[in-house]
Nanobody, 115 residues
């Protein structure tokens, strides 16, 4: 089993920044990728950013140039630096860890961007 603990959400004004952190523990091996998804009110959960074990990154078009995902492999931690936040970035952000045969989710952290 893998446990994911997220932190760093909160309330920020438009144009501000937040950094989300996701710490993984447990049976961590053969990680394919770690990433962040968000679910906004009335919408489905969507990919925000992901990083593979090889360091390749993938971003939603709406966050490119504003968000940066990174991973500390020695600490099994994924970070999401969010700059120039917009009200439409509001939502619950979930950390994801993907292994070959398993997929794990964190409990979610709320991000609210006020206009």
């Amino acid at each position: 089993q893998v446990q994911l603990v997220e932190s760093g959400g909160g309330l920020v004004q438009a144009g501000g920044s937040l950094r989300l952190s996701c710490a993984a523990s447990g049976s961590i091996f053969s990680i394919n990728s770690m990433g962040w998804y968000r679910q906004s009110p009335g919408k489905q959960r969507e990919l925000v950013a992901a990083i593979t074990s090889g360091g390749n990154t993938n971003y939603a078009g709406s966050v490119k140039g504003r968000f940066t995902i990174s991973r500390d492999g020695t600490k099994n931690t994924a970070l999401l630096q969010m700059n120039s936040l917009k009200p439409e970035d509001t939502g619950v952000y979930y950390c994801n860890l993907a292994q070959t045969y398993n997929n794990y989710w964190g409990q979610g952290t709320q991000v609210t961007v006020s206009s």
